[in-house]
């Protein structure tokens, strides 16, 4: 029936959740929780973003931008004083953590540097093509890590002057920074020389990794029991079954598991006193029909 349903069976959800629930309740170190109560900032500290049409007077820009892929986890920087190029900076996280981590890393670290820098200007525009972090950063009833981070940095940066901004623009429209910034990002990911700065992984990352351990024991389950053969010849794979959406209706079910309206089911019961199909070639079974 799980297998028909697509439902992961209750005896492997219910050990899925008390994974799940130790995890993110207990000390696990590399769970990348939210930052503690007491360690918030005031609701009444708010971080300002400008349209990306707007005019702007900022002598330092920065453009960050972060990368994920099959080679790795990548942070790009891109700094510039009254628009020329300061430097370029390159971070790696762990691989298990995110595009978004790495775009709110991004941000960090180059606030941490501009912090720092020998100038005189105090009013800093740093572009992001990160929606979901612009948006994370005006939603107060958020508290991810990384981000209570950095609105502590800027927090920080505005009790020395300083003047911090933020603006989303396109990725892959011709910014010239973003375009930089990208490359530098995709690099860092592939440079695995580079030591990782980050290694804390999120609470959507760790449910989708013991999902996937669950479904690899349901496939073993159903792989050792004798039960279900008709269906298990229907559905070889666990994981492709998830990916299907079926509409779970009587004919599908007797099809499926052989069960139902059908002579040879009939016939196992003694309902019927003949299991033939009326071609004579077969006993009434749904492979048959197919």
């Not at 370029?88 to 890393?105: D, H, K, P, S």
């Amino acid at each position: 029936m799980w297998v028909i349903n697509g439902i992961i069976p209750i005896h492997i959800k219910i050990e899925e959740m008390g994974k799940l629930y130790e995890i993110t309740q207990g000390i696990a170190t590399q769970y990348d929780r939210e930052m503690d109560l007491e360690n918030w900032n005031h609701p009444a500290t708010h971080v300002k973003t400008i349209e990306r049409d707007e005019e702007s007077s900022h002598p330092i820009e920065a453009y960050t931008d972060g990368s994920k892929s099959d080679f790795g986890v990548g942070v790009g920087i891109v700094i510039l004083l009254d628009n020329n190029l300061i430097t370029t900076m390159q971070y790696r996280l762990n691989e298990r953590c995110t595009n978004n981590q790495a775009e709110q890393m991004a941000i960090l670290r180059a606030l941490e540097y501009i912090q720092h820098m020998e100038s005189d200007e105090k009013k800093v525009l740093l572009h992001t093509d990160s929606q979901i972090t612009l948006k994370l950063l005006q939603n107060k009833k958020k508290h991810p890590s990384l981000i209570e981070r950095f609105r502590t940095k800027v927090i920080e940066m505005e009790q020395h002057e300083w003047s911090v901004e933020y603006r989303w623009i396109k990725a892959h429209a011709g910014h010239r920074g973003n375009e930089m910034a990208d490359q530098q990002a995709k690099e860092a990911a592939r440079n695995k020389n580079i030591e990782e700065c980050y290694n804390k992984i999120p609470k959507s990352v760790v449910m989708s990794e013991l999902k996937e351990q669950s479904v690899k024991q349901w496939q073993r389950e159903c792989v050792e029991t004798t039960k279900g053969a008709i269906t298990k010849a229907f559905f070889l794979k666990i994981e492709d079954r998830i990916k299907l959406s079926l509409n779970t209706i009587t004919n599908y079910t007797t099809i499926v598991t052989a069960h139902g309206n059908i002579k040879s089911y009939l016939y196992k019961y003694k309902i019927t006193d003949n299991p033939m199909c009326p071609c004579k070639r077969s006993s009434n079974r749904t492979t048959h029909y197919i």
